[in-house]
């Protein structure tokens, strides 16, 4: 499964954007998916997590101002940032994993996007 992420840019504080993923493989409810953040310096910190239940599960830090969504038929995750902050600032990786749990951090996740930059100002 390849992952492919789009969406990224430049927004000022306050500001929004929408992430999308396009996986190229097959994709149904046997698969975690979600997305993962890492700026400079740090460790990847994992952003928004949809389990093969569509239970979503988001970081303190984004909770109430980011939304992800997926639809396995269209086959398209979709992370929506509102309230931009500068420490929001970081490259954002798509990933996913063969398992409905989304359980064990980013080393148990086997597939990754890219990534695409978000800069906030």
């Known amino acids: 499964v390849q992952l492919v992420e789009s969406g990224g840019g430049t927004v000022q504080e306050g500001g929004s954007l929408t992430l999308s993923c396009t996986p190229s493989?097959?994709?149904?409810?046997?698969?975690?998916m979600g997305w993962f953040r890492q700026s400079p310096g740090k460790g990847r910190e994992a952003v928004a997590l949809i389990d093969g239940d569509r239970i979503t599960r988001y970081s303190d830090s984004v909770r109430g101002r980011f939304t992800s969504s997926r639809d396995n038929t269209k086959k398209i995750l979709t992370l929506r940032m509102e309230d931009l902050k500068v420490e929001d600032t970081a490259m954002y990786y798509c990933?996913?994993?063969?398992?409905?749990?989304?359980?064990?951090?980013?080393?148990?996740?086997?597939?990754w996007g890219q990534g695409t930059q978000v800069t906030v100002s």
């Open positions: 990933a996913g994993r063969y398992a409905r749990s989304c359980d064990g951090g980013a080393s148990a996740f086997h597939y």
């Open positions: 493989g097959h994709i149904d409810s046997s698969y975690c």
